[in-house]
């Protein structure tokens, strides 16, 4: 009997479903953020849940919360360069 590991796949979904979420929420940081990492779901993923320092060590799920605008901020600077 073959014991597969189904994290794999609730990853996926899980990943999706915040996909999801963030697409209904705030489409236009959905659209920078797909545009920028080339329509890469599981990159997508992993730039949102990890802490980064110009949100002061949030993660930019967590910074949605707050404010959305910041992390369209940190999406444009990306895109144009600008890390002043």
């Not at 009997?1 to 705030?26: A, F, R």
């Not at 920078?32 to 990890?50: I, S």
Request: with cysteine.
């Amino acid at each position: 009997m073959s014991h597969q590991n189904t994290k794999p796949s609730l990853e996926k979904h899980t990943t999706l479903t915040e996909l999801e979420h963030l697409k209904t929420e705030h489409f236009d940081i959905y659209q920078e953020l797909m545009k920028q990492f080339k329509f890469d779901d599981r990159v997508c993923y992993e730039w949102l849940t990890k802490p980064k320092p110009f949100l002061k060590g949030k993660s930019p799920f967590e910074q949605l919360k707050i404010n959305a605008d910041e992390v369209m901020d940190m999406l444009v600077r990306m895109r144009t360069g600008d890390f002043s």
